[in-house]
């Protein structure tokens, strides 16, 4: 059932000093190093000051543990991996993390930071690490993300368009060729996805009572009830509604429960202790003007990513270059597809005007039962797109990537970061790298744009703030 926005106004409103104050109190014991495991690189939507790396090796996760920060995130990118690959990354990271922490004799946890429309590799990556990490009391699922517009209400998960918001299962996104769905109620989603082993109706629910009327002993209870990987479904339609739910979970972790985490963006924050910081200025993003144009790689074949293209394309400075995608049938014209758009957005960018680089809007269908060739095949795209930032002759005043999958692969790929920092965000929901020394174009600012996220205007909005240097 569609809900509007005016219909969520009447929860109880919880005390901010009180939930605050709970919280801080409860923090001080909570010593664990956090791992977000993030299968494409939005999932830093919510932080800033954190680092984020891009390779799992056993050098790298050493190197999160000794960090001074609580909570480190690993970009696995696994949205873009096969069934297999995942679990083999998956299995590995586990194994590492385990050994890390043992070494430094270090609790931890391991959140493993999915798509907020409910996409992605569930249950496999939970699964695998559960198999490696040892028997887990339980498995918490929390897609809420506020910025997204990403709320659940008894259960049931919603994604808001404009006023309305509209069962996840009844979206585009259930729709995926590759991770789609049909359940929007959550226990529902469990028992679908989980193809029966987890049934709806033992899936424990926190509910919006409990969280507004502050029951924090009574959900610590439910919590310590929990077994044998049992599903913990929460809701929440504001952040103050996860930072209930983590006092009570913290005190049930200092108990000695053990849990994984499949959630959204925003738990990443509130379990990190990350402070809110305002969105990001010019100024902060870019240092020192150049006289190159900046650069725009588009690859999210969602309604919302072409609806923000079009809009984009009532500007008049950029250059739009189509990437004709579907070549890569033909590999040769493909070949020459790609030297064709990276001339074109070199010539661009070196006379300071910014290059959009787009593929085309029809998604690639080669009919039923060819999942996994198309997502090989996307996966070819999106390397063309990266070798083609890579290997460009110039460097852009800034980077801006748009969709999963392809700003992972423009991230590790063709801006080749091994280490970055999370700035903050441009815009609500839209996360900013800057590039670390060794890349491929040190120092830059790396907008990292989800492909469901912002409002038809935003990466507009984002452009025009980059682009001041010229308008003014």
Known sequence: MTLTLKQIKDYPKLDPKQ?????????????????????????VQTVHSV??????????????FQEDNQIFFILTNSRAFSAQKTEEVHRTIAQRVKEAAASF??????????DSTLRGHYPLETDVMRQEL???????????????????????????????????????????RTFGYQASDLTEWVEEKTEGAYKAEDVTTITLESIRSFAIDEIEAQLLAVKDFQKVVVNAIEEQDVRVFSIALMKAIQKGKTYLYRTAATFTKVIGNVSTRELLTRGELIQKDSVNGGLVVIGSHVKKTTEQLEALMELDAPVFIQFNSHLVLKKSSFTEEVARVKKEAEDA?????????????????????????????SVEISLALTNIVRTLAVTPNYVIAKGG??????????????????????APGIPVWETDEGSTFPHIPY?????NVGQIETLKEVVELLEQKQIN
């Open 19 to 43: 939930v605050n104050s709970e919280y801080a109190k409860t923090y001080e014991a909570f010593k664990h190093k956090i791992v977000v495991l993030d299968d494409d690189p939005t999932g």
């Open 447 to 451: 907008v990292i744009f989800p492909g």
């Open 405 to 426: 999958i392809t700003s992972s692969d423009v991230g590790t790929n063709g801006l080749q970061v091994k280490r970055a920092i999370v700035k903050g965000q441009v």
């Open 349 to 377: 960018i070196a006379s300071g005007v910014t290059a959009v680089i787009y593929t085309r809007r029809e998604r690639l269908d080669l009919g039923e039962g060819m999942k996994e060739e198309e997502l090989a095949l």
């Open 134 to 176: 040892g028997e887990m009391d339980g498995e918490v699922i929390l897609p809420f993300f506020e910025q997204g517009g990403r709320l659940t209400i008894d259960n049931v998960h919603y994604v808001q368009q404009g006023e309305e918001l509209i069962p996840a299962g009844e979206t585009e996104f259930a729709g995926d």
């Open 51 to 64: 680092s984020v790396y891009t390779d799992w090796e056993k050098e790298t996760i050493e190197r999160g």
């Open 105 to 114: 004799n270090q609790p931890f946890l391991i959140i493993s930071r999915g």
